[in-house]
């Protein structure tokens, strides 16, 4: 596949889950942490049932970098943490597969917040 139509399908894709999203935060009275939530169990579902790698193959980042791929992420270190530690890798493995990205989203919010002072909007 050409890089072109690579981007353009991940292009396609993640703005196809972006638009879902902000159609659910239209139409309904959905919060956008439920959403969040929505999404992310959507991930669990897909990778639980298998098909969230063949979606993975097609669409790339257009599907892991959305919290779908979160999702996905956690069920797959849990399914694998199961397979090798028993029952206990359903607590250990989903933060053990996600841990690097939790690590550095929270040293990244550390740094920006010493760079830029935040403060709350005046209305």
């Given at each position: 596949?050409?890089s072109?139509?690579?981007?353009?399908?991940?292009?396609?894709?993640?703005?196809?889950?972006?638009?879902?999203?902000?159609?659910?935060?239209?139409?309904?009275?959905?919060?956008?942490?439920r959403?969040?939530?929505?999404?992310?169990?959507?991930?669990?579902?897909?990778?639980a049932i298998?098909?969230?790698?063949?979606?993975?193959?097609f669409a790339k980042?257009?599907?892991?970098?959305?919290?779908?791929?979160?999702?996905?992420?956690?069920?797959?270190?849990?399914?694998?943490?199961?397979?090798?530690d028993?029952?206990?890798?359903?607590?250990?493995?989903?933060?053990?597969?996600?841990?690097?990205g939790?690590?550095?989203a929270?040293?990244?919010?550390?740094?920006?917040?010493?760079?830029?002072?935040?403060?709350?909007?005046?209305?």
């Open positions: 596949m050409s072109v139509l690579t981007y353009l399908i991940v292009f396609l894709i993640g703005g196809l889950i972006c638009s879902l999203a902000q159609i659910l935060i239209i139409r309904t009275r959905m919060t956008s942490a959403i969040l939530v929505l999404f992310e169990l959507i991930g669990v579902f897909l990778q298998g098909i969230f790698e063949p979606i993975k193959e980042s257009g599907i892991t970098v959305p919290i779908i791929g979160f999702g996905a992420s956690l069920a797959k270190g849990a399914i694998e943490a199961v397979a090798k028993g029952i206990l890798g359903i607590f250990t493995g989903g933060i053990t597969a996600t841990a690097g939790i690590a550095a929270v040293g990244f919010a550390y740094l920006f917040a010493l760079i830029f002072s935040s403060h709350s909007k005046k209305t």
